[in-house]
T-cell receptor, first 115, second 118 residues
Framework: DAGITQSPRHKVTETGTPVTLRCHQTENHRYMYWYRQDPGHGLRLIHYSYGVKDTDKGEVSDGYSVSRSKTEDFLLTLESATSSQTSVYFC??????????????FGSGTRLTVV | SQQGEEDPQALSIQEGENATMNCSYKTSINNLQWYRQNSGRGLVHLILIRSNEREKHSGRLRVTLDTSKKSSSLLITASRAADTASYFCATDARHFTLGSSNTGKLIFGQGTTLQVKP
């Protein structure tokens, strides 16, 4: 997807190891979001950022941390991966708050398997 | 809990037919958005309707919003095989929490999977 890149695209990791997923944007958008997508649950918000070093929790934040040290990068860290964190992770960006009528641009996703 | 719930969960139609998907939500909103997701890809923004609008069109898409019933529908007319995808509604539910950014975040439903047969 133009302007937003997620890495890696696929990863297999062992239970108990830390994992970091990266979201990189070239759009200079203020807002960035991490979602996970699981069958039967749709997309659920993990964490989001409303500016450099400004982050907040979503509905499923336990076991995850984030950092945003510069506008273009939003990192999601699984502190100690568990099998329940096997999922597809999507990053999204938005120029302005969704309340003002802006939509999201999504990355292509990272498929994470915890074994 | 999910803010939006789509209905039906799955829909299969023939090319040329119309497809209608419904979304219900729970709290007051500023706007409601619809997204499409092709298999193995990220979501793509389709259309946004504001809470003071009742209907909106974009090409073959028609979205309606009934705030009194807290529901929306997405109609795809003259469907094509390329419309095969999952469709999600998303709402900007507010969370007035002390210390929160209060920026508004999109809450997604579980989606409707549409199959259009050639």
């Amino acid at each position: 997807d133009a302007g937003i890149t997620q890495s890696p695209r696929h990863k297999v990791t062992e239970t108990g190891t830390p994992v970091t997923l990266r979201c990189h944007q070239t759009e200079n958008h203020r807002y960035m979001y991490w979602y996970r997508q699981d069958p039967g649950h749709g997309l659920r918000l993990i964490h989001y950022s409303y500016g450099v070093k400004d982050t907040d929790k979503g509905e499923v934040s336990d076991g995850y941390s984030v950092s945003r040290s510069k506008t273009e990068d939003f990192l999601l860290t699984l502190e100690s991966a568990t099998s329940s964190q096997t999922s597809v992770y999507f990053c999204a960006i938005s120029e302005r708050s969704v309340w003002t009528g802006y939509g999201y641009t999504f990355g292509s996703g990272t498929r994470l398997t915890v074994v | 809990s999910q803010q939006g719930e789509e209905d039906p969960q799955a829909l299969s139609i023939q090319e040329g037919e119309n497809a209608t998907m419904n979304c219900s939500y729970k709290t007051s909103i500023n706007n409601l958005q619809w997204y499409r997701q092709n298999s193995g890809r990220g979501l793509v923004h389709l259309i946004l309707i504001r809470s003071n609008e009742r209907e909106k069109h974009s090409g073959r898409l028609r979205v309606t919003l009934d705030t009194s019933k807290k529901s929306s529908s997405l109609l795809i007319t003259a469907s094509r095989a390329a419309d095969t995808a999952s469709y999600f509604c998303a709402t900007d539910a507010r969370h007035f929490t002390l210390g929160s950014s209060n920026t508004g975040k999109l809450i997604f439903g579980q989606g409707t999977t549409l199959q259009v047969k050639p």
